[in-house]
């Protein structure tokens, strides 16, 4: 495998793991969103401070995503 279809492939594995990452994130918040609407006012999916972790965590991958890609493309 050469090193540019390598480099190709892990850029496109990136941008695919944060596509999948960030519509899970914003699944969560819609459901959660939903149900606290129309069904229980005190129901959480992720209890605690774990939505806004997985929120956090999310802006960091987008960062060092930007970070690590910017100067490939």
Known sequence: ???ETRQNVVYWLSIITFIISTLMLFGFIAAQT???WKIN???SFLGGFEL???TFLVLGQITALAYIHRAER
């Open 1 to 3: 495998m050469r090193n």
């Open 34 to 36: 939903y149900v606290r």
């Open 41 to 43: 006012q005190n129901f």
């Open 52 to 54: 806004e972790a997985l």
